[in-house]
């Protein structure tokens, strides 16, 4: 597991790497320490995606079955990563070259906008069929940005989205080829032009109040 970080211009691309990509401490480590780069170094917006066949696959149940004694700090930690991206101080993107699945796709939810490959991988929620409830922090983060048409259609059935299908419900904002998804992302954010980080933070603190509260921000 290598997470990256790679600038086009001022517009960071912050890469999850080229496995599964699922949650570990070490990796949530990791892409909170790329964001402290990316908002030191001053970027325009955010680019995450990943270089092999996932974004992510999510929490890394391996590691919470050998540390259920500290369950309740790692879901606090996922639930603080959800937040810093759905508050994030610039326009952000995922964009995703193949699955991402239950927390990994609501870490591409917590983003401004989403891209996805249009001829493989999928986009889902399987909670309703692996029998793991969502919290109170994700369910909101998920319905802060989902329709209530596409919110139950992926919340409730465990259906996974190919690529056409995320697009028919807005959960993903474009598709395409996966040669050209970093193009794609960058082509949604770089008219966007510089905002400033203070009033763009406040704004989705405002816009996403009750989802930032459930993920227990103050």
Same mark, same amino acid.
């Given at each position: 597991?290598?997470?990256?970080?790679?600038?086009?211009?001022?517009?960071? /691309?912050?890469?999850?790497?080229?496995? *599964?990509?699922?949650?570990?401490?070490?990796?949530?480590?990791?892409?909170?320490?790329?964001?402290?780069?990316?908002?030191?170094?001053?970027?325009?917006?955010?680019?995450?995606?990943?270089?092999?066949?996932?974004?992510?696959?999510?929490? %890394?149940? %391996?590691?919470?079955?050998?540390?259920?004694?500290?369950?309740?700090?790692?879901?606090?930690?996922?639930?603080?990563?959800?937040?810093?991206?759905?508050?994030?101080?610039?326009?952000?993107?995922? $964009?995703?070259?193949?699955?991402?699945? +239950?927390?990994?796709?609501?870490?591409?939810?917590?983003? %401004?906008?989403?891209?996805?490959? *249009?001829?493989?991988? &999928? &986009?889902? &929620?399987?909670?309703?069929?692996?029998? /793991?409830?969502?919290?109170? +922090?994700?369910?909101?983060?998920?319905?802060?940005?989902?329709?209530?048409?596409?919110?139950?259609?992926?919340?409730?059935? +465990?259906?996974?989205?190919? +690529?056409?299908?995320?697009?028919?419900?807005?959960?993903?904002? $474009? /598709?395409?080829?996966?040669? *050209?998804?970093?193009?794609?992302?960058?082509?949604?954010?770089?008219?966007?032009?510089?905002? %400033?980080?203070?009033? /763009?933070?406040?704004?989705?603190?405002?816009?996403?109040?009750? $989802?930032?509260?459930?993920?227990?921000?103050?």
């Amino acid at each position: 597991m290598t997470v990256t970080l790679s600038y086009r211009d001022k517009i960071a /691309i912050l890469d999850l790497g080229d496995d *599964e990509n699922r949650f570990s401490p070490d990796f949530l480590t990791a892409v909170n320490t790329h964001l402290d780069s990316v908002l030191a170094d001053g970027a325009h917006a955010l680019i995450t995606t990943g270089s092999g066949k996932f974004y992510s696959n999510g929490l %890394d149940l %391996d590691w919470l079955s050998a540390h259920g004694d500290r369950a309740e700090w790692y879901v606090a930690q996922v639930h603080a990563l959800f937040a810093r991206l759905l508050t994030f101080p610039a326009p952000t993107v995922a $964009a995703l070259p193949g699955h991402a699945f +239950g927390a990994g796709a609501m870490l591409a939810i917590a983003h %401004d906008f989403r891209v996805m490959r *249009e001829d493989r991988g &999928f &986009f889902c &929620f399987p909670e309703a069929d692996i029998r /793991i409830p969502f919290t109170a +922090g994700m369910a909101a983060l998920i319905q802060a940005k989902l329709a209530p048409k596409a919110a139950v259609a992926s919340m409730t059935t +465990g259906r996974r989205f190919g +690529g056409l299908d995320a697009l028919a419900y807005d959960i993903v904002d $474009a /598709i395409g080829p996966l040669e *050209e998804l970093t193009d794609t992302a960058v082509a949604l954010v770089a008219p966007l032009g510089v905002k %400033d980080p203070g009033t /763009i933070t406040a704004i989705k603190n405002v816009m996403f109040a009750p $989802a930032v509260t459930a993920l227990g921000l103050p």
